[in-house]
């Protein structure tokens, strides 16, 4: 056990007897500390609380309410169609959270926060979303215990795959609609897609990354495959958005048919996590044979272990997998393993601008060995 370990054991028995913690808190050198720390515990028990404040701010319309600046609560309340006594309510809260700022008169404005929320619809629709699974983790033990594969994100992500039809199917739609710009703007960080030829996203839904894909390289070739009730709404969308004639949509499922070759590039947006690993092995495998040797694969997910974004990959998305029923965070090092093993090579994790969102890797199809 190094001295650092020792070193922390040590520490936590200290810190868990109430007397040290009452000596802590009173003591000028160690006050502050004390204070910060028990702050963060109780903000870990009151995370639901901040969570639907920062909802009942999106439902009201309040950010886009306070977008060209300060406004009387008598307003806010107009606005958000709340009583006087509930809009400020809600000012207070979102001001202690810094999602709005209290300004000379009486008025508010966007806080530091809020003012990074304003007009981002994905966030939005992120947290809206959050219903379905604070529904499945009222019981968050059943979750880890694996008692809950039917509840409500189960369904809400099954009828996105294409196991349905109807509102639930638009859903999925929207919300995967609203949230890809994001992820997006971190894949074109990484790569620069004029460097290809011909671009296939597996997996791709209704053509939202390839639509944004589009802007970003003119010249570029596209192709969706994906199951074929969602690639028949891929192909409307796509002929919707203009795109119709430059992009080829093929029905199937990466589990039990091979995409189509012909790419030099192929993107995984957001498809890995959700899999188990012997499908994401399926995954890999199909790709690769796909690819010509050189091909290039992309893969833009969250990941486990991002520097500075720990509890996004083992605690957010942790819990969110198992509620849905299948999937994990993956590491790094684990997703390099697992490219390599389906005959991928230069591997490359490129530097996350917004671990957050989502980190980017890049692999190159390995050629084919001779028997």
């Not at 992820?183 to 990354?209: H, N, P």
């Not at 974004?309 to 999937?327: D, I, V």
């Not at 993956?330 to 969102?357: N, T």
Request: with cysteine.
């Amino acid at each position: 056990m190094g001295w650092r370990a020792v070193l922390g054991d040590w520490r936590n028995r200290l810190v868990s007897r109430p007397g040290f913690r009452r000596f802590a808190k009173a003591f000028p050198l160690t006050r502050a500390k004390a204070r910060a720390e028990a702050r963060a515990v109780f903000d870990l028990m009151a995370g639901f609380v901040y969570t639907q404040t920062l909802l009942a701010c999106i439902e009201t319309g309040l950010f886009e309410c306070l977008a060209d600046g300060p406004q009387s609560l008598d307003a806010i309340a107009g606005h958000a169609g709340l009583p006087r006594e509930g809009a400020q309510r809600l000012a207070e809260a979102a001001a202690s959270l810094d999602l709005l700022e209290r300004r000379s008169g009486g008025r508010y404005a966007l806080g530091r926060l809020g003012a990074a929320l304003a007009g981002e619809t994905g966030l939005a629709a992120m947290t809206r979303h959050h219903a379905l699974l604070y529904h499945d983790l009222q019981d968050p033990l059943a979750v880890l215990r694996g008692e809950a594969r039917e509840g409500r994100l189960a369904q809400f992500w099954g009828y996105g795959r294409g196991e349905g039809v109807g509102g639930r199917t638009d859903a999925y739609s929207e919300l995967m609609g609203a949230t890809l710009p994001m992820v997006s703007e971190e894949i074109f960080a990484a790569i620069d897609l004029k460097r290809y030829r011909q671009l296939l996203d597996v997996g791709g839904g209704e053509g939202a990354f390839l639509i944004e894909a589009a802007r970003q390289a003119p010249r570029l070739n596209l192709a969706l495959f994906d199951l074929p009730a969602v690639a028949d709404r891929a192909r409307q969308r796509l002929e919707a958005a203009g795109l119709g004639a430059r992009a080829a949509v093929h029905g199937g499922s990466f589990l039990t048919d091979q995409p189509p070759a012909g790419a030099d590039l192929i993107s995984l947006v957001r498809i890995v996590h959700d899999h188990d690993d012997e499908d994401v092995m399926t995954l890999l495998r199909a790709c690769r044979a796909a690819l010509a040797p050189g091909g290039t694969l992309l893969l833009a997910e969250p990941m486990a272990d991002a520097p500075g974004a720990a509890p996004m990959g083992e605690a957010y998305f942790g819990f969110y997998l198992a509620a849905m029923g299948k999937g994990r965070p993956r590491s790094a090092p684990e997703l390099i393993a697992m490219l390599e093993a389906a005959g991928f090579e230069q591997v490359r994790l490129h530097p996350p601008r917004m671990a957050l969102i989502a980190s980017v890797m890049t692999a190159r199809a390995a050629p084919d060995r001779k028997s």
